[in-house]
């Protein structure tokens, strides 16, 4: 009997595992794919993620695995663009973009180290129940042999088409239809030494410097044209490219080194994320379009917030419904404000308030640099864009 088993061992489970193991729980950490594996994602992880990294004693080893630290931040919603430095986040100035081969790795590894089972190589097909209750798993081994096992705590956190989710059934609240498809690939000699996002009337692209000197150059088009896309991936890939001079000249400096990946799975939604005997975490329990790219810090919050929630509910400090009451709370807190502007953002048509902003921003690097701050989730859109800040900003612009 496990305290707790956690399906999928990603940036959302294997961090769970890893927290719930430190405080003394036996954790089954379950995963049909092997450690290093891919997965479809591009892996820019802000600065408010790697907080918990270096909380966790993990940072170290995603800075041994050759990916540059990254400080600077250029958003183009229109001609001229604006490139700042976030502020600190606890005293973290850069982000990291390390591949998911890494980052899932050092996960799963540090979970393991710190006592949690981790099987690889296993599918679960579902839950045991016992009067309604969730009380277990049933998965197989690839060589087809068939496990039960049973926990105090059944965790998905197998990702957006969760299969504890479906078993359950729980609700889905809040929820916006699918606005973007993604493509992106990898490329060597592309000179890009800061993130950049840029935006013309329905496609935008994203350039972000990952590892061993490759940049991975992300490209989101409109879901009305994913028809088209697929019919001819590379061509219509390589045309996004072209969206901006400047941008077209560094991509023609480079050549293309990896596969295209694609998903046009970015539909927007809350799920409730517990019940009786089971528990939700990461894109399982909340999923957006990944254009601000915010999933593996959300995963990295909600896992210490799950955590702590069920350390109160095992431990008998709180029922366990008042605590998994309050996870969902504190997750839903968190990520509202930055769920409106993904939202937002994925029309890939910026209002024109925003435009008319940030040309105002233009030459006002101090609040440049605060603007760039929203992205990396450094500076809280409340303070941002509070109506008082804005008529500055706006002032300041009419005085230049
Ligand atoms: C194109 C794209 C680009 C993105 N870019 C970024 C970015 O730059 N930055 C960022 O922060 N976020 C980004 N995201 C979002 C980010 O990828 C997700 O938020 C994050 O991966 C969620 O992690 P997770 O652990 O919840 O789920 P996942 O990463 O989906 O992992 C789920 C795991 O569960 C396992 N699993 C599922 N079902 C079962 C089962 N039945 N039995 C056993 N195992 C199972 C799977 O094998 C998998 O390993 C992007 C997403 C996409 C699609």
């Known amino acids: 009997m496990y305290d707790a088993i956690i ?3 990603r940036c959302a489970g294997s961090s ?4 719930l193991a430190r405080k003394g729980y036996r954790v089954l950490l379950a995963d049909r794919t092997i450690f290093p594996s891919d997965t479809i994602s591009t892996h820019l992880i802000w600065a408010p993620g790697l907080v918990y990294l270096r909380r966790w004693g993990l940072l170290p080893a995603i800075a041994a695995s050759n990916c540059p630290p990254i400080r600077r931040v250029s958003v183009n ?5 604006l490139t700042g430095s976030p502020p600190p986040c606890d005293g973290i100035d850069f982000q990291y973009c390390p591949r998911r081969t890494i980052l899932d790795k050092v996960l799963a590894e540090a979970a393991a180290v710190a006592g949690a089972e981790l099987r690889e190589a296993f599918t679960v097909e579902d839950v045991r129940r016992d009067s309604g209750r969730v009380t277990g798993i049933r998965g197989h081994s690839r060589s087809g042999r068939t496990i039960s096992d049973r926990a105090r705590v059944v965790v998905g956190a197998d990702g957006v088409h969760s299969m504890l989710a479906r078993a359950t059934g729980a609700a889905e609240y809040n929820a916006r239809p ?3 498809c993604l493509y992106y690939s990898y490329w060597t000699g592309v000179e890009a030494a800061e993130v950049h996002f ?7 692209v994203g350039a972000f410097p990952t590892n061993d000197g490759l940049t991975c150059i992300v490209s989101i088009e409109r879901i009305e044209r994913f028809a088209g896309i697929k019919a001819d991936v590379e061509q219509r890939y390589l045309q996004s ?3 901006a001079p400047e941008f077209r000249e560094r991509v023609r400096a480079g050549r293309r080194v990896e596969r295209i990946y694609g998903t046009a799975e970015s539909r927007n939604f809350f799920r409730r994320p517990y019940g009786d005997g089971w528990a939700l975490l990461g894109d399982a329990g ?5 254009v601000t790219a915010q999933g593996i810090t959300d995963a990295f919050r909600d896992a210490e917030l799950l955590a702590d929630a069920l350390d109160e509910a095992f431990s008998g400090r709180r029922t366990y419904n008042e605590a998994l009451a309050q996870y969902e709370r504190r997750r839903n807190d968190s990520v509202l404000p930055m769920y409106e502007l993904t939202c937002h953002l994925a029309s890939l048509d910026p209002a024109p308030e925003q435009l008319q ?3 105002a921003l233009d030459g006002q690097q101090q609040q440049v640099d605060r603007f760039v701050g929203t992205f990396t989730g450094a500076v809280p859109m409340a303070d941002f864009y509070a109506p008082e800040n804005v008529a500055r900003v706006l002032a300041a612009a009419g005085g230049q």
């Open 178 to 180: 699918a606005m973007t």
């Open 357 to 359: 902003l940030t040309a």
């Open 286 to 290: 909340y999923h957006k379009d990944p």
């Open 198 to 204: 840029i935006v013309r009337s329905g496609s935008a």
């Open 16 to 19: 769970l595992a890893l927290l």
């Open 77 to 81: 919603l229109a001609d001229p663009g």
């Open 7 to 9: 399906i999928g061992a």
């Open 241 to 243: 490219l072209e969206i």
